[in-house]
């Protein structure tokens, strides 16, 4: 059983910083493809940031220039460094990542839980 879980999150000014961790547990061969989503209190949700097995990023163009995503493959994990936020970057963050587990022949997609991020004005 593979889980993925969220670390950060919580309240940070406008204009402030906040890293995001995120990582993946259980019987794993590899990973492919990380990502962060977010989903607002309008239920929008959005790629924020993906990263691939190759360590190509990909941003919305909303956080370019501002949000940074790593991956660390020792560790399983996956980080998003979050500068310069806005108000409108507050929103629930999940971490998704497509997971290779041991006994399978394929791979599959999972999700954490997420952590909410809120940015005040």
């Known amino acids: 059983q593979v889980q993925l879980v969220e670390y950060g999150g919580g309240l940070v000014q406008a204009g402030g910083s906040q890293r995001l961790a995120c990582a993946a547990f259980?019987?794993?061969?590899?990973?492919?493809?990380m990502a962060w989503y977010r989903q607002t209190s309008r239920n929008e949700r959005e790629l924020v940031a993906e990263?691939?097995?190759?360590?190509?990023?990909n941003y919305a163009d909303s956080v370019k220039g501002r949000f940074t995503i790593s991956r660390d493959d020792v560790r399983n994990m996956v980080y998003l460094q979050m500068n310069s936020l806005k108000p409108e970057d507050t929103a629930i963050y999940y971490c998704?990542?497509?997971?290779?587990?041991?006994?399978?022949?394929?791979?599959?997609?999972?999700r954490g839980k997420g952590t909410l991020v809120t940015v005040s004005s």
């Open positions: 998704n990542a497509f997971v290779y587990p041991v006994g399978f022949t394929g791979g599959m997609e999972y």
């Open positions: 259980g019987s794993i061969v590899s990973i492919g493809t």
């Open positions: 990263i691939t097995s190759t360590s190509s990023t």
